[in-house]
Structures are given as C-alpha cells and as structure tokens.
C-alpha cells in the first residue's frame, strides 16, 4: 500500500514532533538537575559556614578565662576586689568581648588573639585594675597599650579610685609616649608593696595630667566614694 504525499508529510511531522518533545524532556530534567546540584552545594555552603560562626563564637568565649559580669560598671566594680590583674575590653556601644587575667599582681599577658581582635573594632574601651593598695594611675606600658589598639577609653580601677583617659582627637604615638614617660621620671612615685622583691613606680596625678596638656588627651580621676562605676559607664556608653 502506498502513502499519499501528505500521509507522508503527516508521518515526518509526527515523528519531528515526538523528537522535539523528547529533548525538551530531557533539557527540563537536565535544567532541574542543575537546579538541584546547585541547591544541595548552597545548603552545604550554609552548614559550613554555619559551622564556621560556631567555631568563631567558641573561639571568641575562649578568650575570657575569668567572669564578673556582662557590663561595664559590673565588671568595673567586680574586678576592684581582686588581688591580681583582670583586663576586659568592650566595644564602644559597651558589648564585652573578652574578660582575661593572667593571676599576677602587676600584669596581664594577652595572646596575638587578643591583640587581633582588639583591632577589628573602633574606639574600645579597654579596663583593667591596679590591685596595689596605692594612688597608681595609668603606667606607661599601659598608655602604650591604649595607643596600641586604637582605644577610645582606657579605664583603671583600684580599691577607692577610678582613673579614665580618652584622647581629644587622636592618640600621640608609642614612641612619643615612651619618651615623655621616661622624661619626667622624677614625677613618678615610688612605692614597694608587700611581697614584692623591688619597688614599684607608679604615675601620680600630676604627671597624668601633664601627659594629657601635651597630647592633647582628656584625663579624669575620680574617688570611688564620690563617683560610682554605674556614673563612670553611663559617662562614657551615653545611655
């Protein structure tokens, strides 16, 4: 039996047409394919970095080995007490990230990991206490250290007293502060503490106020009795 010329043409196009929707059906289960793949590797992605955020928050909690409290008056009036060194830095809006003692007398021994992370903010406020029973305001390790890190405060607190530094527009640099603290080494005092093997220079009121005329740096210093920690935090956080 012979086809007619348009059975024929029938035939060719039925045959072109199933073709046709054959490779649309696979370029469409190709395409979701694709669609898929692309699907499972961003939510790897997002367990990654998920699992990245944990390892960063654990690293960031391993800094503090010491706690007394989650605010800055807290910590402020906590650390008064202690016989050992405690430093803990906030960041300018008053968030501690990190609370850290080394259990010595007269210093504290940050890692690099501090150092790093002091670095990644602007303006923080960097506290620590001077447990030496005497009028002992900022020393010149420990302007340097504010330098340093860019600071916005640096904070002392001892038993009866508060000493706070801020800089008016920008810090002097570490080698101006190194220069000028062992220029005026005469206004120092000099005490020696119970169990220690030497004496102890300590900076006086009036050397930190020539330091902050020169640098062009606000410097107060408070009686405990007359200016709280809760004053000395709301001052500086504004709230």
Same mark, same amino acid.
């Given at each position: 039996?012979?086809?007619?010329?348009?059975?024929?043409?029938?035939?060719?196009? !039925?045959?072109? /047409?199933?073709?046709?929707?054959?490779?649309?059906? =696979?370029? %469409?289960?190709?395409?979701?394919?694709? &669609?898929?793949?692309?699907?499972? /590797?961003?939510?790897?992605?997002?367990?990654?970095?998920?699992?990245?955020?944990?390892?960063?928050? /654990?690293?960031?909690?391993?800094?503090?080995? &010491?706690?007394?409290?989650?605010?800055?008056?807290?910590?402020? +009036?906590?650390?008064?007490?202690?016989?050992? +060194?405690?430093?803990?830095?906030? %960041?300018?809006?008053?968030? *501690?990230?990190?609370? !850290? %003692?080394? !259990?010595?007398?007269?210093?504290?021994?940050?890692?690099?990991?501090?150092?790093?992370?002091?670095?990644? =903010?602007?303006?923080? #406020?960097?506290?620590?206490?001077?447990?030496?029973?005497?009028?002992?305001?900022?020393?010149?390790? $420990?302007?340097?250290?504010?330098?340093?890190?860019? /600071?916005?405060?640096? #904070?002392?607190?001892?038993?009866?007293?508060?000493?706070?530094?801020?800089?008016?527009?920008?810090?002097?640099?570490?080698? +101006?502060?190194?220069?000028?603290?062992?220029?005026?080494?005469?206004?120092?005092?000099?005490?020696?503490?119970?169990? !220690?093997?030497?004496? &102890?220079?300590? %900076?006086?009121?009036?050397?930190?106020?020539?330091?902050? +005329?020169?640098? $062009?740096?606000? =410097?107060?210093?408070?009686? *405990?009795?007359?200016?709280?920690?809760?004053?000395?935090?709301?001052? #500086?956080?504004?709230?």
């Amino acid at each position: 039996m012979r086809l007619s010329t348009a059975n024929k043409t029938s035939k060719v196009a !039925y045959c072109i /047409a199933v073709v046709l929707l054959i490779a649309l059906s =696979y370029g %469409t289960l190709r395409s979701a394919g694709v &669609i898929w793949s692309k699907l499972r /590797a961003e939510a790897d992605g997002n367990k990654a970095n998920l699992g990245e955020d944990i390892e960063a928050e /654990a690293s960031l909690d391993s800094l503090s080995n &010491i706690d007394h409290g989650d605010t800055l008056a807290e910590v402020m +009036e906590g650390i008064r007490r202690e016989d050992f +060194e405690v430093t803990a830095v906030f %960041t300018a809006d008053g968030e *501690k990230l990190f609370e !850290y %003692t080394s !259990y010595s007398g007269d210093n504290v021994q940050l890692s690099a990991e501090h150092v790093q992370l002091m670095r990644k =903010y602007d303006g923080i #406020i960097r506290l620590h206490n001077h447990p030496l029973e005497c009028h002992a305001s900022f020393s010149r390790s $420990d302007l340097e250290s504010l330098v340093g890190c860019h /600071a916005g405060y640096g #904070i002392i607190v001892s038993r009866n007293a508060t000493y706070v530094v801020t800089p008016n527009r920008k810090w002097p640099s570490v080698d +101006e502060i190194d220069a000028f603290m062992r220029g005026h080494t005469d206004m120092m005092e000099v005490v020696w503490p119970p169990d !220690y093997d030497e004496e &102890i220079p300590v %900076t006086t009121r009036e050397l930190m106020e020539l330091v902050a +005329e020169e640098y $062009d740096l606000r =410097y107060y210093e408070w009686s *405990k009795s007359k200016v709280s920690s809760e004053e000395v935090a709301q001052a #500086i956080l504004g709230g």
